[in-house]
């Protein structure tokens, strides 16, 4: 286990530098003048010789590249072009809202779908089975912004039971934070629920199959004994993986919900450094979620071993 994690942590870092690579040279990817683009149309010579010499484009491409992956590693992430403030500092008074719409959407998909997926696959070919199968696929086939817009018509503006903007700190109460993410989080959840109720479906297929799980069946076993501590546990590994890929895909949902609901992320200050052609913000955000990533990445090849101990690295 030791040598693997080794291995994944050096395969890591390299990713890393790869993905560092990519992100530095967005700049030099884009057309033109990077300055001038980031300034605007309406931008003066002086504006723009400003910019050009913030972000030091007279220096050659390796001496500038050095410099700032020598201040990542040292945990400066450098200034913002529009707010002139640290990029560390605003991702860290981002990071409570997109943290807490990441863990609520994850439970509330995981509690959600995991069910449905083993009462599908226990009802197979049933009238249950196709109703749940056909509302998991409307779930990731709606875009996230439809079903958000969906939602805070209906149960915000309509039957005025949630909020549909804002984000309230856990400290000001837990029902209070948990109100102004219920609608967000369903929203977000709403792809990763049908795709992982479909996943476990087929990976409780494939385990019911078996000749362990007839054998149980045999001895007399009830109906809940085998689903969950003899077919679930063996199904547990797809399982896994297609939650930590989920993780990923809400990341990049946030984006989308985070603007719908008004909430200030780290998904929304992405979408507000785009539109603000903010490249050095882009860059830190990029890189943090990449890094976040391979994280999750690793973190489930590590829960393997816990679910199936014949997994060895």
């Known amino acids: ?38 300034a605007g149309d309406q931008a003066t010579p002086e504006m723009v010789a400003r910019i050009r010499q913030s972000l030091k484009l007279d220096e050659p491409y390796l001496v500038r590249f050095s410099d700032w992956l020598l201040q990542i590693v040292q945990g400066d992430l450098g200034n913002s072009i529009y707010t002139g403030q640290p990029i560390l500092q605003q991702i860290g008074l981002r990071f409570g809202p997109t943290l807490s719409l990441m863990v609520v959407s994850m439970t509330l998909s995981t509690l959600v ?7 599908a696959a226990w009802k197979q070919n049933s009238r249950v089975d196709r109703g749940l199968m056909v509302f998991s696929t409307l779930g990731f086939s709606i875009p996230v912004f439809v079903v958000g817009y969906l939602l805070a018509y209906f149960f915000g503006l309509k039957l005025k039971w949630l909020p549909v903007q804002g984000y309230a700190p856990l400290s000001s109460g837990l029902w209070n934070w948990m109100r102004h993410l219920i609608l967000p989080s369903i929203a977000l959840g709403s792809a990763f629920i049908g795709l992982l109720a479909r996943m476990t479906r087929a990976a ?5 199959s078996q000749d362990y799980v007839r054998t149980a069946k045999a001895k007399g076993l ?3 004994e085998i689903l969950f501590r003899h077919a679930l546990k063996n199904a547990a590994v797809p399982i896994t993986t297609v939650v930590g890929l989920g993780i990923a895909g809400l990341i ?23 539109l603000r052609r903010d490249y050095p913000v882009i860059q830190s955000l990029i890189l943090l979620f990449s890094l976040n990533y391979l994280i999750v990445n690793l973190l489930v090849d590590i829960t393997y071993t816990f679910f199936d101990p014949r997994v060895r690295y």
């Open 204 to 208: 409780m297929l494939q385990v019911l």
């Open 222 to 224: 009830g109906q809940g």
């Open 252 to 274: 990049s949902g946030a984006v989308v919900t985070e603007s719908v609901f008004a909430l200030p992320g780290l998904g929304r200050m992405t979408a507000d450094a785009i």
């Open 113 to 119: 779908a995991i069910p449905l997926g083993i009462v």
């Open 1 to 38: 286990m030791l040598t693997y994690l080794g291995r994944r942590l050096i395969a890591s870092i390299f990713v890393i530098l790869m993905v560092a690579i990519f992100v530095f040279s967005l700049l030099y990817l884009t057309p033109g003048d990077p300055a001038a683009i980031i």
